[in-house]
């Protein structure tokens, strides 16, 4: 499958600082009047990577799973270095590794990581950018945990798939564990009997579907069971590809995704039961699971269900002509009052398919969101929220710990290195394929 990626860089004459972290800088400096959700950001990661949750911005609630990887203290000299002194140090090291090296930078990533990518691009796109360079010793994946397992399930064997601080993880991931996905199967035995049995119209009662932001052992558990990865573009022709194979659908890690597209597909909220890991039966009675259509596990995305419809109310009150474009892991009622929703691919097509000045109000990350308004400056864009409030995990690659990597990898030592065992692997991959091969 070929992907297409994008070069956003802000042009020479754009008047916004697409940086988020400049942002954040002025407003603890006292320069900016904005909000942040929360002042520590501007302190480097290394300050809060040691604490239990996920450290300060939109996540900060969330608590990581015992067992996470946690990333050991960066060497001085890169938590010293002035931002410049890191560019250049990066700029060299990529300099002195030539083709050896591929640099992958999510479209929620800090700008002043992104600038150093190679491609920029979502989770899936940028595990297909690696696939276009088999020859490269290493991929720095400047994203999340779950996105550079991705990269090493599609990668080859003798590749390295590094990610430059172990702590960025995806709190969203994190809230599907293999633990729990397996204790959630085993009641759901209990209640429909065979899962491996079709009926007598040859479907089985339940297909499990994963979102892409899922750890490499959720994937392998849906690989094991019949089920599929979904992507937030394709999660539509997904569900119709498990619904001609199953009673039902076991949805998972985000409620919001699952219920967003399957609502959009006719399916009624009261067929939509949710499952809380923590409660018997998700919470759920038996009868409500035997008459759903989609079981949606308890969890969700820190940053897109800060978007409410209160922020839409209000830029269409500022901004009578305003189009609202959102993520479908928004909240069901966020979506619902947006003139669209979509993948973050989705939104950057639209806006740069728009022939006329348009007002954009964007629910999604607020990285991509600020690279947009200055690649577009054409367009007005902004962010629904107007708290200045990063994914605070992808926020950990500082270009400290870029450095680092790339340091590392020109003296002949592999750091960082994410690896998915064989036994998870092989499932993992059966389910991308099946995405892959699904057809809308
Ligand atoms: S934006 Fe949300 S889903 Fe994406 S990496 Fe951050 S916490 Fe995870």
Same mark, same amino acid.
Request: glycine residues 6%.
């Given at each position: 499958m070929s992907a297409t990626f994008l070069t956003l860089q802000p042009?020479?004459?754009?008047? /916004?600082d697409p940086?988020?972290?400049?942002?954040?800088?002025?407003?603890?400096?006292?320069?900016s009047t904005a909000e942040t959700c929360n002042t520590d950001l501007a302190a480097g990661p290394w300050d809060f990577d040691a604490r239990p949750g996920y450290g300060p911005g939109s996540s900060m609630g969330d608590v990581i799973p015992t067992g996470a990887p946690r990333q050991g203290e960066l060497p001085a000299e890169y938590r010293a270095a002035s931002e410049d002194e890191l560019h250049a140090r990066i700029r060299a090291a990529k300099a002195a590794l030539g083709e050896r090296v591929v640099v992958l930078g999510h479209f929620y990533q800090r700008e002043e990581v *992104?600038?150093?990518?190679?491609? *920029?691009?979502?989770?899936?796109?940028?595990?297909?950018?690696?696939?276009?360079?088999?020859?490269?010793?290493?991929? *720095?994946?400047?994203?999340?945990?779950?996105?550079?397992?991705?990269?090493?399930?599609?990668?080859?064997?003798?590749?390295?798939v590094i990610l430059p601080n172990l702590a960025a993880g995806c709190s969203m991931a994190d809230m599907a564990s293999i633990d729990d996905v397996e204790e959630c199967w085993e009641q759901l035995e209990d209640i429909y009997g065979d899962l491996t049995?079709?009926?007598?119209?040859?479907?089985?009662?339940?297909?499990?579907?994963?979102?892409?932001?899922?750890?490499?052992? /959720?994937k392998g558990f849906v690989g094991r069971h019949g089920g599929i990865v979904c992507t937030s573009s394709n999660a539509r022709t997904v569900l119709e590809w498990a619904f001609a194979r199953g009673r039902r659908v076991l949805f998972f890690p985000d409620q919001h995704l699952g219920r967003n597209t399957a609502k959009a597909m006719g399916v009624p909220l009261a067929?939509?039961?949710?499952?809380?890991?923590?409660?018997?039966?998700?919470?759920?009675?038996?009868?409500? $699971? &035997?008459?759903?259509?989609?079981?949606?596990?308890?969890g969700f995305c820190s940053v897109h269900r800060r978007f409410t419809v209160d922020q839409i109310?209000?830029?269409?009150?500022?901004?009578? &002509?305003?189009?609202?474009?959102?993520?479908?892991?928004c909240?069901?009622? *966020?979506?619902?009052?947006? &003139?669209?929703?979509?993948?973050?691919?989705? /939104?950057?097509?639209? /806006?740069?398919?728009?022939?006329?000045?348009?007002?954009?109000?964007?629910?999604?990350?607020?990285?991509?969101?600020?690279? $947009?308004?200055?690649?577009?400056p054409q367009h007005k864009i902004f962010c629904l929220d107007p708290v200045v409030c990063p994914c605070s995990t992808m926020y950990r690659i500082h270009p400290g710990y870029l450095a680092w990597v790339l340091e590392r990898l020109v003296a002949g030592e592999v750091v960082n290195r994410i690896t998915v065992p064989a036994d998870v692997a092989d499932p993992a991959r059966v389910a991308l394929e099946r995405m892959l091969a699904a057809k809308p």
């Open positions: 042009r020479p004459g754009d008047e /916004i940086s988020v972290d400049h942002g954040i800088q002025a407003i603890v400096s006292g320069a *992104v600038t150093h990518a190679d491609y *920029v691009g979502d989770s899936f796109q940028l595990a297909n950018a690696a696939l276009e360079h088999p020859d490269a010793e290493a991929i *720095v994946f400047c994203g999340v945990h779950f996105m550079a397992e991705t990269a090493d399930l599609l990668s080859r064997p003798e590749q390295a049995a079709p009926d007598a119209d040859g479907l089985v009662p339940v297909v499990p579907v994963t979102y892409m932001n899922s750890s490499a052992a /959720i067929q939509m039961p949710m499952w809380n890991p923590r409660k018997p039966l998700g919470g759920s009675s038996a009868d409500e $699971l &035997d008459g759903a259509r989609v079981i949606l596990w308890h109310d209000k830029a269409r009150a500022e901004h009578p &002509d305003v189009r609202v474009i959102v993520h479908p892991e909240p069901m009622a *966020v979506v619902d009052a947006a &003139d669209e929703a979509g993948s973050t691919d989705y /939104i950057r097509k639209a /806006i740069a398919a728009a022939s006329e000045p348009t007002t954009f109000a964007i629910g999604t990350e607020i990285n991509l969101v600020q690279r $947009l308004a200055a690649q577009f």
